[in-house]
């Protein structure tokens, strides 16, 4: 009978550690990477935008802090940065955010100058999103994300259409 009481309390403690466990489980947000575009350019760099989808699973509105990146190709850096981004995920909603990166043309061609143009070069971005999240504080959600980058080609004077560029450039009447 001793045996019994033992093995069924056990059994009532065990179920109690498992249900205490997942009452003191923090849930944490999530991020995934949804796409990367191209945004400004000027004479020293040009813009990238991550668009990124981000989970709140808290009662309440969820901090943006900011956003480090990392894109490497290989053992060469590609670009990296830190962007603060002012923006916050409603409570228990997701919503796409676009965050900023520059990439210096600098760091790019030294990174890309072993590589012919044509060439397509593997890539490897990672990236840290920090969010202030309740009663936990500022915790950075990494992404990563692979794929390959085409070199750029310079156009041969062969391949451009004069005839067009001359037409825009001095319009007829």
Known sequence: MKSCIAVVLAGVMLCGCAELQNAFKVQRPTASLQGVRLGDINLETAGLWFDVEI??????????????????????????????????????????VTLPAKVSYLDAFNALKSFKPGATIPYKANVGLSVDAPAVGVIKLPLSQSGELAVPTLPKPTDINWQKLLEKAVPTK
């Open 55 to 96: 989970q709140n699973p808290y009662p309440v509105d969820l901090p943006l802090v900011d956003l480090d990146y990392d894109v490497q190709s290989g053992s060469s850096k590609l670009f990296s940065g830190l962007a603060e981004i002012g923006q916050t995920i409603p409570a228990k909603n997701k919503a796409i």
